[in-house]
């Protein structure tokens, strides 16, 4: 997407072969209400010619649709079981940020998000993956889209931007750590995240970088750190996080929000425009979802996007991961090439990814 309206060279091979944007508008849907164990079944007739007798018949069909006992069995297939493979050997991968290293000591740039692609064979429902995803992997954002040919299923930690009552957020992540096996080890671990001056001087980038994004569409002063680099815990590993918040300007809207922000930082570098350049140049296979934005924009003005990470696409019985790792200028190759690993089993809950 980012290519329409920014040069950044040849888009590499679409081997998964996603288009590159889905906008749906709906007038029929429901609202999950945790809090007050609550669910809303909302009709309107924003867009559409509708009566008011064809609003009350939909939502009387959906009602007595939701009365009824499920009838789809649940089979409790584990992402786990699948056996991925990366597309990329891990020489080349390793060779890859050496190459970015060199561009970022040259001052090309001073830093980019280089990622690689794992698929493997699936059999099974993928509504069934996405319930077993919801649960050993809690997080933020969860999702599931069915498009026919292929599906979407992901529990992204991380939000691109939100927007609301004109208040637009963005929550840079950078920094990662496995879980330990206990709160100790847990705690021994996040200690050493935080004396870590190459993540922290990454996350403090991004950071740097999410208040430019946000202070292009935001108020004069408006824009603040409201929490800053603390440690956050997932189910399978630590990031460091951070949120940024500015007041909209009154002429703009979300979609502006979204247009400054996209991509994150956190997924592609630093200055953007150049990092794209060169994840294009240096990876072989074109992105597609990954690193994307997936979300909803409210008929209000309101936003909330995430960023599309540990996210996994089903498509002609393959099923796709994709993770990524920051570099800079003092960046070890062999462990940047880890941090992949460790980011997509978070996703996949593997032991053993090749």
């Known amino acids: 997407m980012i290519s329409l309206y920014e040069e950044i060279g040849q888009i590499p091979a679409d081997v998964i072969g996603t288009p590159d944007m889905h906008f749906f508008v709906y007038e029929s849907y429901m609202v999950f209400d ?22 009350a018949a939909s939502l009387e069909l959906i009602m007595t649709e939701l009365a009824q006992p499920a009838t789809d069995e649940f089979s409790p297939l584990e992402l786990s079981s699948l056996n991925f493979q990366s597309h990329i050997e891990q020489t080349a991968f390793e060779k890859m940020v050496e190459e970015a290293r060199s561009l970022i000591r040259q001052g090309d740039m001073f830093q980019c998000v280089l990622s690689q692609r794992f698929s493997a064979e699936y059999s099974g429902k993928p ?6 995803l919801r649960v050993t992997n809690p997080s933020n954002y969860l999702y599931f889209y069915d498009f026919g040919n292929y599906q979407i299923i992901g529990a992204s930690p991380e939000s691109l931007v939100s927007v609301k009552q004109d208040q637009v957020t963005t929550n840079p992540i950078a920094g990662t750590r496995p879980r330990g096996k206990g709160e100790r080890e847990d705690k021994a671990l996040a200690k050493e995240l935080l004396a870590d001056e190459k993540e922290v001087a990454e996350h403090r980038m ?7 994004d946000i202070g292009k569409i935001a108020q004069n002063n408006s824009v603040e750190v409201t929490k800053y680099m603390e440690v956050e815990y997932f189910r399978y590993v630590m990031h460091l996080t951070s949120v940024v918040r500015g007041q909209l300007l009154p002429q703009l809207t ?19 425009i150049r990092a794209m350049k060169r994840i294009y140049e240096l990876e072989q296979e074109k992105r597609g979802v990954y690193a994307g934005a997936i979300g ?8 909330d996007v995430a960023i599309a990470i540990r996210t996994m696409i089903l498509k002609n019985g393959r099923a796709y991961v994709q993770a990524g790792a920051g570099i800079v200028y003092d960046s070890i190759p062999t462990n940047e090439y880890q941090e992949t690993i460790n980011k997509a089993k978070s ?4 032991g053993e990814m090749q």
């Not at 509504?127 to 077993?132: A, G, Q, S």
């Not at 979300?254 to 953007?272: F, N």
């Not at 996703?347 to 593997?350: A, E, F, L, N, V």
């Open 34 to 55: 945790h809090k007050k164990d609550k669910v809303y079944i909302v009709e309107e007739a924003l867009y559409s010619d509708r009566s008011e007798a064809d609003l």
């Open 127 to 132: 509504l069934d993956y996405y319930r077993n």
């Open 206 to 212: 991004l950071v740097d970088l999410g208040r430019n």
């Open 254 to 272: 979300a979609m502006d929000a979204l247009k400054s922000t996209l991509p994150a930082g956190t997924v592609s570098g630093a200055p953007k």
């Open 296 to 303: 909803y924009l409210s008929a209000t003005g309101d936003m």
């Open 347 to 350: 996703m996949t809950k593997i």
